[in-house]
């Protein structure tokens, strides 16, 4: 599953220290910033260090996420070691980019992906 968006990054942010929190997900997570790979994550927390890999202006943010086998095997070879949280999988957020150094201090976005 992958989740896309393009978001505007201001000028006087760009330099600052920025990192992607991506909040709640189920399975394994893989971020690519404008084509290029930038981290991949098994368990939380679900945070990236984005510093320099977000230019000023437009940017792309992809994730990318990497279901685990709960849900072939809760209907494909029911067990009971399988529980119902583990048949979910995806981005359930909130999603958000932090500015450290910002003001007001160390700022944090709305929801990036929604």
Not at 29 to 34: G, K, P, R, S, Y
Not at 37 to 52: E, H, N, S
Not at 86 to 108: H, I, M, N, Y
Request: glycine content about 10%; hydrophobic content about 30%.
């Amino acid at each position: 599953m992958e989740y896309s968006q393009q978001i505007q990054i201001p000028p006087e942010l760009a330099t600052n220290s920025i990192e992607l929190d991506l909040g709640r997900v189920r399975g394994t997570a893989e971020v690519i910033i404008n084509g290029t790979p930038t981290g991949i994550r098994l368990w939380r927390p679900y945070k990236f260090d984005v510093t320099g890999s977000l230019k000023p202006g437009s940017n792309s943010i992809s994730v990318r996420i990497f279901n685990t086998l709960g849900p072939h095997y809760a209907t494909g070879m029911p067990t009971r070691f399988i529980n119902e949280e583990q048949v979910e999988s995806g981005l359930f957020g909130p999603t958000r980019l932090c500015f450290e150094g910002s003001r007001p201090k160390d700022a944090c976005s709305t929801s990036v992906f929604h």
